[in-house]
């Protein structure tokens, strides 16, 4: 990658485990990464072919799993971001998971079950669009969503209970990374202005009216108790091995390119490398080079 590219200081946004985290004090937008929108569409193509080729590496090493989690408001752009850092990357090598609602059968389990079905195997990179952390986000803003799992709203007032969902979600990351998987976690952090402008756009573009509903709208009526709800959750659950990164998404292609810089990082710091051939399979390989030479050539 070019110099540039590297110059993004992506640890400036990496949550600090043991650190207070008090979103006020975190930007919702840096200085551009880029002096003009073709400048970025430079770096960010070639940040694209990096990573698409440290995934060809990480796909046929098959050594790890990674795990990239996406959190945020509603508009901050995860579905974007996801949409552009990840178009270079080999399908077969990428599973991108998007939990909405959970159904009745989900709800009959543990808070981690669903997602926990839908974690990536080794060699692969596994995206999830909102994660099991809704369960200690939206399930602690409204919750009378608990009732469905079973537990009554007084107990989810115990500040213990919430205490014991970050220590569940803390030991199954730390179980992950024991076994190979890296987790990497990002929460696009927007400023209430700008969602309200994104909103007002959803509005006045008919080609994006459909992603713009009354809930939104109530929604934002909780602003406080949601940024509350994620300070308290990254303060918790960032740890040295599965890192929260709180990156500023008012400015969507500045976001872009952070999220891809720690992506392209985090895939070179695993060292993926092709599979070292055996002296007995060169060999091999050999006699099947022999018998694909002798082959006769077909006639006219």
Known sequence: MNGQAKSIPVEDFRARQGARVALR?????????????????????????????????????????????????DAAGKDGTIRHVMSGINP?????????????????????????????????IGIFNRSYYEEVLIARVHPELLLAQGISEKHAADDGFWKGRYRSIVQLESHLHRSGTKVVKFYLHLSRQEQKKRFLERIDNP??????????IKERKYWKDYMAAYESCIEKTTTNDAPWYVVPADDKENARLIVSQVAVETLRSLKPSYPATAPGR????????????????PRA
């Open 25 to 73: 004090k975190w930007p919702t937008k840096v200085k551009a990464f880029y002096g003009s929108k073709k400048e970025y569409q430079g770096l960010i193509a070639e940040q694209i072919r990096a990573l698409s080729s440290l995934q060809d590496l990480h796909y046929a090493s098959g050594r790890h799993a990674v795990l990239f989690i996406f959190q945020a408001m």
């Open 92 to 124: 077969q090598g990428c599973q991108v998971f998007s939990f909405k609602q959970p159904s009745p059968e989900e709800l009959q389990h543990d808070f981690l079950w669903r997602t926990t079905r839908c974690l990536p195997e080794r060699g692969r």
């Open 207 to 216: 080609e994006k009216n459909w992603k713009f509903s009354e809930a939104d």
């Open 282 to 297: 060169k060999k091999e390989l050999e006699s099947f080079r022999r018998l694909l030479e002798a082959e006769k050539r």
